[in-house]
């Protein structure tokens, strides 16, 4: 009897939850993306991979940041990809471990890169969209620049490029090494936008997280699937948090 009711207990220990895990992200050029109905990319991949190896499954989601951002926030057993670790953010979510180093900047078009820095040194203002809960908003605000910034908040990276694009603001904020990708869909070369500052948040990490109500037991699962498939060593890609 005794060696049934060990069995039993192991069996529930390793027991997938209730409620299955919900894995969301945003749209982030190659990394995640949909392929054919379904979340793809290398970043959607590799956590694919991590849940393998969890002994773990998820359902995957794309949403709008501010959208994802919010459920990882409020709801249990919600993993949320890729995620800059920021103090803000520390007490808020269960973080996994690192997946990529991310750069971001502050983007303006090429034609108005030196006026606009003649402007802001006369103490001017200038105009910058990002999406709400970004990663940047914080940094924004912390720069000695922040009391001549007009921050103007979107739904997603998208709806920032295309105030930019139509001059409705004068910056977005962004990984400069996915200019060219961003910007195709508008038909304009990768030059059309140069680095106004380089954040710096620059150089840090991109995390898997999970929501802070999420069951303990599956966070340490996934906590240790990532040591044993990265380990603290293992290089990891560059790309763009949020």
Same mark, same amino acid.
């Given at each position: 009897?005794?060696?049934?009711?060990?069995?039993?207990?192991?069996?529930?220990?390793?027991?997938?939850?209730?409620?299955?895990?919900?894995?969301?992200?945003?749209?982030?050029?190659?990394?995640?993306?949909?392929?054919?109905?379904?979340?793809?990319?290398?970043?959607?991949?590799?956590?694919?991979?991590?849940?393998? *190896? $969890? @002994?773990?499954?998820?359902? =995957?989601?794309?949403?709008?940041?501010?959208? &994802?951002? #919010? +459920?990882?926030?409020?709801?249990?057993?919600?993993?949320?990809?890729?995620?800059?670790?920021?103090?803000?953010?520390?007490?808020?979510?269960?973080?996994?471990?690192?997946?990529?180093?991310?750069?971001?900047?502050?983007?303006?078009?090429?034609?108005?890169?030196?006026?606009?820095?003649?402007?802001?040194?006369?103490?001017?203002?200038?105009?910058?969209?990002?999406?709400?809960?970004?990663?940047?908003?914080?940094?924004?605000?912390?720069?000695? *620049? $922040? @009391?001549?910034?007009?921050? =103007?908040?979107?739904?997603?990276?998208?709806? &920032?490029? #295309? +105030?930019?694009?139509?001059?409705?603001?004068?910056?977005?904020?962004?990984?400069?090494?996915?200019?060219?990708?961003?910007?195709?869909?508008?038909?304009?070369?990768?030059?059309?936008?140069?680095?106004?500052?380089?954040?710096?948040?620059?150089?840090?990490?991109?995390?898997?997280?999970?929501?802070?109500?999420?069951?303990?037991?599956?966070?340490?699962?996934?906590?240790?699937?990532?040591?044993?498939?990265?380990?603290?060593?293992?290089?990891?890609?560059?790309?763009?948090?949020?």
């Amino acid at each position: 009897m005794q060696l049934l009711l060990g069995a039993a207990l192991m069996l529930a220990a390793n027991a997938l939850p209730t409620e299955p895990l919900t894995a969301v992200t945003t749209p982030m050029g190659s990394y995640q993306t949909m392929v054919d109905g379904e979340v793809a990319g290398s970043n959607t991949l590799w956590v694919r991979q991590l849940l393998n *190896e $969890a @002994g773990l499954d998820a359902d =995957f989601v794309i949403y709008p940041w501010a959208r &994802a951002y #919010q +459920l990882a926030r409020t709801e249990p057993n919600v993993l949320i990809y890729a995620m800059a670790r920021l103090p803000e953010r520390e007490s808020q979510f269960h973080w996994i471990g690192p997946i990529a180093n991310f750069e971001l900047a502050v983007l303006v078009k090429t034609e108005q890169q030196a006026a606009l820095k003649q402007q802001l040194l006369q103490g001017g203002r200038m105009s910058l969209a990002v999406p709400r809960d970004h990663a940047a908003v914080p940094l924004l605000k912390a720069m000695p *620049e $922040a @009391g001549q910034l007009d921050l =103007f908040f979107t739904a997603t990276t998208d709806e &920032a490029f #295309q +105030l930019l694009v139509h001059k409705r603001v004068d910056a977005v904020v962004e990984n400069p090494a996915l200019l060219t990708e961003l910007l195709e869909p508008y038909q304009l070369p990768g030059d059309t936008l140069q680095l106004l500052w380089l954040l710096p948040v620059s150089g840090a990490a991109a995390y898997l997280a999970a929501s802070k109500t999420t069951d303990p037991h599956l966070v340490e699962r996934l906590q240790q699937a990532w040591q044993r498939l990265y380990g603290v060593s293992q290089p990891m890609p560059r790309e763009r948090p949020e």
